[in-house]
T-cell receptor
Framework: GENVEQHPSTLSVQEGDSAVIKCTYS??????FPWYKQELGKRPQLIID?????GEKKDQRIAVTLNKTAKHFSLHITETQPEDSAVYFCAATTNAGGTSYGKLTFGQGTILTVHP | DTGVSQDPRHKITKRGQNVTFRCDPI?????LYWYRQTLGQGPEFLTYFQNEAQLEKSRLLSDRFSAERPKGSFSTLEIQRTEQGDSAMYLC????????????FGPGTRLTVL
């Protein structure tokens, strides 16, 4: 089955700096990679996702890059703000050639702390 | 609130007791997933339904766990003869096949087994 490794486990940055979180996956059939943000005591919320037919996607201060050959993808947050502090999870899944994606396999999470 | 809802939010039980959790997905979402999350870990897949059909169960899922989605809307997850190792956050997510396929998560049910 799929295995997703996420690094680093903790990340501390100063406000305004950039933050990068990296994930690797094992199953070459995986073709959908969402990123979720989970604040303390709250539900995971999707912040950005990428499908395997593109190499990069950007949404304001957040971007995700995908390297299918190396089987890794990364989350980039620029101009970090204290409200970006949370746990971030990467995940991977496949539609196995069909029309819908299935179960998500998550990384272990990264605790991001942005210091004012 | 039109998002995924779960009930109860917290459950404390004694070892050996049975517990049941409920998940109400986003209206018209045909897929419903159950995940378990322990402290410091990412959510771990348990099982999922498409409409009322249970399509996959994790091999890690003990026989003490059972899930249903009888009418293709809400779902229940039952744990029989709870053990301390069952203590975790149980998350439900729903998605729309044929739509954006994004899994939207509920707030979770935190189970503590004493």
């Amino acid at each position: 089955g799929e295995n997703v490794e996420q690094h680093p486990s903790t990340l501390s940055v100063q406000e305004g700096d950039s933050a990068v979180i990296k994930c690797t996956y094992s199953d070459s059939a995986s073709n959908y990679f969402p990123w979720y943000k989970q604040e303390l005591g709250k539900r995971p919320q999707l912040i950005i996702d990428i499908r395997s037919n593109v190499g990069e996607k950007k949404d304001q201060r957040i971007a995700v890059t995908l390297n299918k050959t190396a089987k890794h993808f990364s989350l980039h947050i620029t101009e970090t703000q204290p409200e970006d502090s949370a746990v971030y999870f990467c995940a991977a899944t496949t539609n196995a050639g069909g029309t819908s994606y299935g179960k998500l396999t998550f990384g272990q999470g990264t605790i991001l702390t942005v210091h004012p | 609130d039109t998002g995924v809802s779960q009930d109860p939010r917290h459950k404390i039980t004694k070892r050996g007791q049975n517990v049941t959790f409920r998940c109400d997905p986003i209206s018209e979402h045909n897929r419903l997933y159950w995940y378990r999350q322990t402290l410091g870990q990412g959510p771990e897949f348990l099982t999922y339904f498409q409409n009322e059909a249970q399509l996959e169960k994790s091999r890690l899922l003990s026989d003490r766990f059972s899930a249903e989605r009888p009418k293709g809307s809400f779902s229940t997850l039952e744990i029989q003869r709870t053990e301390q190792g069952d203590s975790a956050m149980y998350l439900c997510a729903s998605s729309l096949v044929g739509g954006d396929d994004t899994q939207y998560f509920g707030p979770g049910t935190r189970l503590t087994v004493l």
